[in-house]
């Protein structure tokens, strides 16, 4: 069996053990911040950082049940729901929101059982937070990984597959490797948030495939 296919035979369990380092991780740094850092803007759209913790919070809280209710009500208009969602979860202050994530550090719960997107999820909502304010640390490769070959093969929260379609993917730092055409290599964690679409990792991007990805996530 080749590295690829034991890669995606990562049972849930370990990719919740993942997550949840994942979320431990963001929880431990998010700590540190003062009340000015927690309104700084994020790669995240408008979302400052606070937003962005409750909305981790939400997507960790929903079932497949009260995620339909919710889309229901929002008449299947995701940016509706997202809005709704993370009103419920924020707290009155940032130490209640980050109190609230905590208290979801080791959840499982999920509106459907595509695991590898919830890391995803809790991986790159990271990086939008700590990039902008500085933080340096990074997930994990195995984390990364995951979530690499996951948004390569599939378009789910994010247009993942469709930003790299005929493109050949290669992590400089690790074992992910994907597609085929024009070659894009770089770090793992490069690759991961230049497929959800974020625009400052381009640049840590290698290769002639870099700028047909410029131009499909550029607006």
């Given amino acids: 069996m080749s590295p690829r296919a034991d890669r995606r035979k990562q049972s849930d369990a370990d990719l919740w053990v993942l997550a949840h380092a994942e979320r431990a991780a963001l929880a431990e740094d998010l700590s540190t911040l003062s009340a000015e850092q927690w309104r700084h803007s994020t790669l995240c759209g408008e979302w400052d950082v606070e937003e962005v913790v409750a909305h981790l919070v939400a997507a960790a809280s929903l079932d497949q049940w009260q995620w339909l209710r919710s889309m229901l009500g929002a008449r299947f208009r995701p940016e509706v729901h997202n809005r709704r969602r993370l009103a419920e979860h924020r707290g009155r202050t940032p130490a209640e929101t980050l109190d609230r994530f905590h208290a979801v550090v080791e959840s499982t719960t999920a509106p459907s059982s595509h695991t590898p997107a919830y890391l995803g999820e809790v991986v790159v909502h990271a990086q939008d937070i700590r990039r902008p304010l500085g933080l340096t640390r990074s997930p994990g490769v195995e984390a990364l990984t995951a979530v690499a070959d996951f948004f390569a093969r599939r378009d789910f929260t994010v247009n993942s597959r469709t ?44 290769g002639p495939g870099v700028s047909v990805l410029r131009s499909r996530l550029t607006p």
Avoid: I, K, N
């Fill in 163 to 206: 930003h790299v379609a005929g493109l050949e993917l290669r992590a400089d730092d690790g074992p992910f490797a994907a597609g085929s055409g024009a070659p894009v290599t770089g770090s793992s964690l490069a690759l991961v948030m230049a497929m959800a679409g974020r625009e400052a990792y381009l640049d840590e991007l290698d």
